[in-house]
T-cell receptor
């Protein structure tokens, strides 16, 4: 019940295309859902996050879509660029108390020039 | 921009030796996390501190791993003795109001 399932494992997109990564969770107590971007040899960097009181959040080319009833959320990268090539992790947490995070298994994105 | 600092960035050690990692969180962040990340996988929580207190160390292999955050600021993670299976990236993160920020990590190789 504590798992966060992420798909696909890897993704290849043409420059200018839309990259879509999906995550699903089971624990309905989760109420904070961040996405992280990680380049090789670096620590994950917080990209964008959403709380379940909204169904969508957009920051620049990055959008999170959230479906509370389906217990799913996804990251959309619009106009994907080669510089977006990285590994993306979704995570889930309970937004009170100690904020323990559960991470997905990661999606390796490659954007072709 | 404030960052989480970690040192060393890279560490090579022989099996059965002791190794220590240091983390300095973003100023004002009361919550500090140590994660282990195996190549190709997501970070797995080892230990979580709230100020100087351990909140969660259920996944910390306590026979060989120890962590402390004595003054509620910087933290040290120790492995003694190191085993081949400990080769991984060790990540420190700190958070405030739920927003978690990671350091650059320490890449440990045990030979």
């Amino acid at each position: 019940q504590q798992q966060v399932k992420q798909s696909p494992q890897s993704l290849i997109v043409q420059k200018g295309g839309i990259s879509i990564i999906n995550c699903a969770y089971e624990n309905t107590a989760f109420d904070y859902f961040p996405w992280y971007q990680q380049f090789p040899g670096k620590g994950p960097a917080l990209l964008i996050a959403i709380r379940p009181d909204v169904s969508e959040k957009k920051e620049g080319r990055f959008t999170i879509s959230f479906n509370k009833s389906a217990k799913q959320f996804s990251l959309h990268i619009m106009d994907s660029q080669p510089g977006d090539s990285a590994t993306y992790f979704c995570a889930a947490s309970i937004a009170s108390g100690t904020y323990k995070y559960i991470f997905g298994t990661g999606t390796r994105l490659k954007v072709l020039a | 921009e404030a960052e989480v600092a970690q040192s060393p960035r890279y560490k090579i050690t022989e099996k059965s030796q002791a190794v220590a990692f240091w983390c300095d969180p973003i100023s004002g962040h009361a919550t500090l996390y140590w994660y282990r990340q195996i190549l190709g996988q997501g970070p797995e929580l080892l230990v979580q501190f709230q100020d100087e207190s351990v909140v969660d160390d259920s996944q910390l292999p306590k026979d060989r791993f120890s962590a402390e955050r004595l003054k509620g600021v910087d933290s040290t993670l120790k492995i003694q003795p190191a085993e081949l299976g400990d080769s991984a990236m060790y990540l420190c993160a700190s958070s405030f109001a739920g927003e978690q920020y990671f350091g650059p990590g320490t890449r440990l190789t045990v030979t």
